[in-house]
T-cell receptor
Framework: DAGVTQSPTHLIKTRGQHVTLRCSPISGHKSVSWYQQVLGQGPQFIFQYYEKEERGRGNFPDRFSARQFPNYSSELNVNALLLGDSALYLC?????????????FGPGTRLTVT | AQRVTQPEKLLSVFKGAPVELKCNYSYSGSPELFWYVQYSRQRLQLLLRHISRESIKGFTADLNKGETSFHLKKPFAQEEDSAMYYCALSGHNQGGKLIFGQGTELSVKP
């Protein structure tokens, strides 16, 4: 079990650019969630996808979007990057929606916007 | 409003001392409460959840609905307990959507 994997590990973008982050869930997990963790703060919920449908959205602007593919992997897209988007982006996968306790996190993608 | 508050950013204790990491929450309904831990250079991982009423690595946490608290305790801290600890909640049947506190860094000194 490789656990949740994310790519890339880190990247640097310029203000105004677009970025795509990728996540592969644990085998058998059909739900993927995305979190933003700004330095010094706890993770903040961005999106949850289950069976390729959006099941929850946090308080983030429309510049943030995501999707889930038939193999349950997921992408997080952020358009028109701002300096404040610099953060660690965490992906988490889980079994069906009701089992909150089995949420497993990936190592994260460190995004730096200059 | 749904919120998790961890009042201490840093907690420093000596090895063998008792530890209590505080967590208070605000939620309309019956949430599920969790403690997550992140050791240095490792990913975020679940430590324990209130519905399991278990003890993991000597840590326990009791849900106090009257005080809306879920404090994490350990009677004798070990150096390997040094890490970031996050309290989190989710709504019923909202697995995967977690609300985290700001985290408390626990430093256990020899």
């Amino acid at each position: 079990d490789a656990g949740v994997t994310q790519s890339p590990t880190h990247l640097i973008k310029t203000r105004g650019q677009h970025v795509t982050l990728r996540c592969s869930p644990i085998s058998g997990h059909k739900s993927v969630s995305w979190y933003q963790q700004v330095l010094g703060q706890g993770p903040q919920f961005i999106f949850q996808y289950y069976e390729k449908e959006e099941r929850g959205r946090g308080n983030f602007p429309d510049r943030f979007s995501a999707r889930q593919f038939p193999n349950y992997s997921s992408e997080l897209n952020v358009n028109a990057l701002l300096l404040g988007d610099s953060a660690l982006y965490l992906c988490a996968s889980s079994l069906p929606l009701g089992l909150a306790g089995v949420v497993r996190f990936g190592p994260g993608t460190r995004l730096t916007v200059t | 409003a749904q919120r998790v508050t961890q009042p201490e950013k840093l907690l420093s204790v000596f090895k063998g001392a008792p530890v209590e990491l505080k967590c208070n929450y605000s939620y309309s309904g019956s949430p599920e409460l969790f403690w997550y831990v992140q050791y240095s250079r490792q990913r975020l991982q679940l430590l324990l959840r209130h519905i399991s009423r278990e003890s993991i690595k000597g840590f326990t946490a009791d849900l106090n609905k009257g005080e809306t608290s879920f404090h994490l305790k350990k009677p004798f801290a070990q150096e390997e307990d040094s890490a970031m600890y996050y309290c989190a909640l989710s709504g019923h049947n909202q697995g995967g959507k977690l609300i985290f506190g700001q985290g408390t860094e626990l430093s256990v000194k020899p």
